[in-house]
């Protein structure tokens, strides 16, 4: 998921790569943390893209005309795809996709569960705000990998059609409705704290994942810079709302 200006990923994208971002991936995986660590973000990637594909799916029902729905199954589908490659990867680096999927399954499950939309607009906006979040977080990420798994983690992570798609649904209904606005904006809200204190979780309970975000094997980042990635997370949601004509 895209935002128009993507700001969480432009202040970190022009840097030069140094340390192990300089590397391809034949030279960074002799490195078996960060090899545990790529497993791990690959594979949470992998999850995260297979859930997004039957999310879609389920949304697609909600969907209020024929071309709507058309629209969210073709958007799966790009989702699937995505999820085909990340497989594909972890296989090619010797890794079990399913056993690397595992240890976030519950997490993510839990975060659609506490945050299963109650409708089509719901569902429109969590798509936005909430997968926009996740691949603001794997992008931050995306600038410490080695150069192949940087490329691939960037190509998953392309635009499925859905943000533009949303924003023009939600705006139109705002425009229709203005009461909608309000009840809407306080999902977004709750979506943004929700998606937060996964990714958090997520990251506190892998031990190669936080030490790639801290600085142990991931050159570049620290404790200072882990708190500037989330405040450009926040920032890049802020513009998301407007997008929507939501306040933030």
Known sequence: METPDNAAASATAAEEPTGIAALGWAEASAEPQYRAA???LLGALAYGELAAFERLAEDAKLAP???????????????????ERLRDRLTAIDAEPTA?????????DDFHRQTAPSDWLEGLVKAYVGDSIASDFYREVAVRLD???RALV???L???GHGNFAVEKVRAAI???PRVGGRLALWARRLMGEALSQAQRVVAERDALSTMLVGGVADG???????????RITKAHTKRMAALGLAA
């Open 38 to 40: 790529v497993v791990d």
């Open 65 to 83: 005309t024929l071309a709507d729905k058309a629209e969210l199954a073709k958007m799966a589908s790009a989702e699937f795809h995505h999820f």
């Open 100 to 108: 690397a999927m595992e240890p976030f399954a519950k997490a993510l």
């Open 147 to 149: 150069s192949d798994t």
């Open 154 to 156: 960037l190509a998953v």
């Open 158 to 160: 392309d635009d499925t």
């Open 175 to 177: 425009e229709a409705d």
């Open 221 to 231: 980042f620290d404790l200072a810079a882990v708190g500037e990635m989330f405040s």
